[in-house]
């Protein structure tokens, strides 16, 4: 994560709070207290919703129309000199430390009104929220890139037959494409769960001051609608200790790189040499430095190493939660360290996963020569099911093929008749069609199989959900 490089080291300290201490903080409490180089990204979000609350104020008869619209134009202008690249200075604490001195700075003495009967507390709260919303929009774009490359690949693999595994075992012929969507619908189940996180944060606990709420008659509807939050918090405690919303967060985004981790490891065990299901291409994989034959799929490895950062951002929030007694305490300032980790780290693996795969070649020859007639061994089970036999009694005779096959080393398909009729009478002639991938890729047609129909079908349930 991008920490803010401070300036200048020896301005006047600004601070929101002092006059109950003799003495000022020693440096080494300010270094660790500091949260500047982390938070200072929210600041868009803290301009906005101060500027909601000085009309708050005003509505409530706390500010005149003038002061209302002087700390206005001066969050204006701190927001210009922000976006312009004004960056903080090393005494302040924190981004709403850096708003407030630059008011100040902007309009003078009239922006120490705006501190009214708000906290940091009901305030980074909401500015957290805030930032979350858009997050979890941003994520979801960057999974359908994603998925939109896939849905692209299954298109072109659409009949293209390869082995299907269990325990990484050869299983049962599939389409290529139906393999491929099966890492599609697990990123379309995250985009629900993004939606419910953007749902969780959208509660508005700005009005909740420090703890026990706030004592000007402000409309929290108000705030509520003209900071786009669905619902207002029903609790000022519950308010400024909530991080729900963010374990949310965290857990759909570990969700998210666990599937990506899942997919890549797929892709490097195809792409390896061995199975040459597919080949990478140039601009998203690297070479050695001492085997020039070398082509490796770090966007793959990167993508599969950052599910366990994701996994550690999570833990550490929940751990940081389960200890805490009700209300703000100041643990809750890492809040912010792992939610940006987490989503920042998506932001990068995902465009580069979605370029890594596009880019891929997939080789329908080397899946087709991996598959076997041994792997039809479920299908020979089902021919004798539907001349009669119980599943149990198939199952028992094709296994004492595979074996004498397995003895012999030959394939099912190379065996002479007579040693079907062998294993059971009910075995004719027709043996042999059901020793076909096609045919039994064919025969698993219904809905959410690897059938021609279903997976066509699949494919455009994948597109439509795009
Ligand atoms: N930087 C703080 C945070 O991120 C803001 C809230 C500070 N509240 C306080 N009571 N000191 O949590």
Known sequence: MTTVAVTSATEKSHKLWGGRFATGPAPA??????????????????VQLSKAWAMALYKAGVLTLDECSDIEDGLDSVGARLAAGEQPSPSDEDVHTVIDRLLHDEIG????KLHTGRSRNDQVAT?????????????????RGFQQVMVDHARALESVLMPSY???????PVSAAHWLLSHFWPLERDRARLRSARAAAGVLPLGSGAVAGCAYPI????????LGFAALSQNSIDAVSDRDFVAELLFTATMIATHLSRFAEDLIIYGSSEFGFVQFGDAFTSG????????????????????????????????????LPTSYNKDLQDDKRVLFDAVDTLQLVLPALAGALAECTFKPERMRAALSSTM?????????VRKGATFREAHGAVGRLVRKCEETQLELHTLPLSAFAEAHPLFGQDVFDALSARQSVEARDLEGGTGPRAVHAQIEAAQRAL
């Open 29 to 46: 409490f300010e270094a660790l207290n500091s949260s500047i180089g982390i938070d200072f990204r929210l600041w868009p979000f803290d």
């Open 109 to 112: 003495d009239v922006a120490s």
């Open 127 to 143: 500015a957290t929220r805030m930032w979350s919303m858009e997050a979890a929009a941003r994520l979801d774009d960057a999974v």
């Open 166 to 172: 269990t325990h990484m075992q050869r299983a049962i």
């Open 219 to 226: 409309s929290r509807v108000l705030l509520q609608g003209s």
């Open 288 to 323: 050695s430095s001492m085997m020039p034959q070398k082509r490796n799929p770090d966007v793959l490895e990167l993508a599969r190493g950052s599910a366990a950062r994701l996994l550690g951002d999570l833990t550490t929030l929940v751990a940081t939660l389960k200890g």
């Open 376 to 384: 039809m061994a479920t299908d020979l089970a089902d021919y004798l």
